[in-house]
C-alpha cells in the first residue's frame, strides 16, 4: 500500500471476495468494540476499546474522490470495494458519505464485466442500534461476525467492551437485520473458529459453541455462512487456526442444523 493514501488499500486477492479495493475509514490507529484474541491487526489497545455507543466524526476529505479515482483508474476488472480494516466501521458516523462517493466513481466508470459491489466487515456489536442498521443495509454485502453464540465463549473470544450488548441481542438484531434489507442486497455471516495451545484457555472450536452457532444461524437466516480460521499473525500466540477437515466437519453440523438450501455455507 502505498503511504501517502490515506484511505484506499489494494486491490488484493480474497479468499471471500475475490479482488476486492479496501477502503478504511476509521482513524490510523484501531478503533475497535472488541479485543478479540485471534485479531490479525493486533490487539486493541485499552485506549481504543469503546462503547457500541461510541461515535468518531470523521467525514471524508476531497482526498477520498481522488484517491478512489487513482486506484480505479487502470483497473478493467474488480469484485468487491470493501469498507473496513482497521476496526468497526460502524463507529463512523459518516459512513454513507464515504458510500455516496464510492458509489459516484464507481458508476462513472466502464467495467469489462460486472461493476464491483460495496462490501462492509462489521462485528455485529453496533446492530442493535436502528439507526446503524439503516445505514448498514445501503450495502450490497455485508460480512458480519459471529464467531460465538453463548456469553462465555462471547467473553473469551471477542473481549468486548463492558458496555457491549449480550450474545443473544447481537444475534436477534442480526436477525432483524436480515428481514429489513433489501432482497437484491446479501447477508453473510462470518465465524471464525480456532483452537488454543494454551491449556487454562478455553478456544471457541468447542461442541457447545458450535452447536449454538448452529441454531444462531438457523434463527438468522443469512444469505452465506463462511466458516474460516487464522490465516495470519493473530493478536496473542496461543490461537492457531483449525485445519480443512474441522473446518468442513462445523459446515456439515450447520447444514445439518440450519436445514434451509437458501442459506449458503461453505469453508474458506
Known sequence: MNKLKRYCYGPFPSRRLGLSLGIDILPKSKLCTYNCVYCEIGQTQPINLVSPEHRIH?????????????????????????????????LNENMLDFLNIATEIRDEKSWLNNKPRFTLFTNSSTLYSQEIRDRVKKFELILAKLDVANDDDFKRTNRPHKTAPNIETIIENLAKLKKEMSTEHKLAIQCLIFNSNKKEFISNNTPKNINDLAYALKKIKPDIVQVYSIARMPANYFVFSIDDKRKQEIVNIFRDVIKDNDVYVRYY
Open 58 to 90: 470523521a467525514p471524508p476529505s476531497q482526498n477520498l474522490r481522488k484517491e478512489l479515482t487513482s486506484y480505479i483508474k487502470y483497473i478493467s476488472k474488480l469484485d468487491s470495494i470493501t469498507f473496513g480494516y482497521n476496526g468497526e466501521p460502524t
